[in-house]
């Protein structure tokens, strides 16, 4: 019992000490900090995504407070947290352009494959071997790395095992393109101006002949789409449809008349029939109809 007792008083003594030489310790070296950076912390989002290039929401608010990060720092807040964190800091609110990620392959299902890959279920892993299981060297491979990075549950794989996003959640924070091993490099994920209407779903730089045989919703160059738009708002750059969304007028009159159906509605804005979007592939649902793009529907049936 003797022994027991001791023991009890010896951890209570440690405990003690330990308590009085953490609160010396505490006051010793206390820092101030700037009550700012709590009030900026408190309006953004909080997701620690590191799309503004800082390692952490604090360090976002620190460097908005120190004068070193303007209030538009945080990119997932999009247009609201800056308004927040300018009214915090007293400063001009400032107008952000607002951009939500894109896929630039319409692959999956539609895709050749090289090989049958049977080793980690990732994307960087496939692409260290042979670069790739997809015949297709621009293409989705489909593994969902970038599903797994997106910090707002904004992306999600279809039965084509495509990746699709969810514009009501995207933040356009690009975590995404970075994660994707041909994000960068093939264009396959990108940024795109929250009002964008349409997307091309091919990213390809192959011969045409190979893209055919690669995939059957690539984009052929045919030039039907640049023809056919009546703002002068897609042309067919180095092979590829390229979109100038500071012309394009969502008529959609590109996504009716492509040959491969690689031209597709995306953008918050879009009035498309959900049917015939890329989100309709997985369900999402962020599209309505309305009488025009019905008339777009039976162009593109006819």
Same mark, same amino acid.
């Given at each position: ?43 953004? *989002? ?104 997106? *910090? ?9 095992? @495509? ?17 994707? *091993? ?5 264009? @396959? ?69 492509? *040959? ?43």
């Amino acid at each position: 019992m003797t022994i027991v007792i001791f023991a009890v008083g010896a951890l209570c003594f440690i405990g003690l000490l330990s308590a009085v030489l953490l609160a010396t310790a505490a006051q010793k070296f206390h820092v101030d900090v700037d009550p700012r950076v709590q009030a900026v912390l408190d309006v953004l *989002p909080g997701a620690n995504c590191g799309a503004c290039g800082n390692p952490s929401c604090f360090s976002a608010a620190e460097a908005i407070a120190e004068g070193r990060a303007p209030v538009t720092t945080c990119v997932a807040g999009g247009q609201a947290v800056a308004d927040h964190v300018a009214n915090v800091m007293g400063a001009d609110a400032c107008e952000i352009n607002a951009v939500v990620a894109c896929r630039h392959c319409g692959g999956g299902t539609n895709a050749t494959r090289a090989y049958a890959y049977g080793g980690v279920a990732s994307c960087n892993a496939v692409s260290k071997l042979a670069g790739g299981s997809l015949d297709c060297a621009f293409g989705c491979l489909g593994y969902g790395d970038c599903v797994r990075a997106c *910090p707002f549950d904004a992306m999600a794989l279809d039965q084509r095992g @495509l990746p699709v996003i969810d514009l009501a959640k995207c933040t356009g924070c690009g975590v995404c393109v970075t994660e994707c *091993p041909r994000g960068r490099s093939a264009h @396959l994920l990108e940024l795109l101006p929250e009002k964008a209407a349409v997307a091309v779903r091919c990213s390809s730089r192959d011969k045409i002949k190979d893209r055919r045989s690669f995939c059957t919703m690539s984009c052929i160059a045919c030039k039907k789409c640049e023809r056919a738009c009546p703002s002068d708002a897609i042309h067919v750059i180095d092979m590829i449809a390229v979109v100038d969304y500071e012309k394009c007028t969502a008529c959609y009159t590109c996504v009716a008349v492509c *040959p491969q159906d690689c031209i597709d509605v995306t953008g918050r804005d879009a009035v498309l029939l959900a049917k015939l979007t890329d989100g309709a592939a997985s369900g999402f649902e962020g599209f309505t109809a309305a009488p025009a793009a019905e008339a777009v529907e039976e162009e593109a049936t006819t």
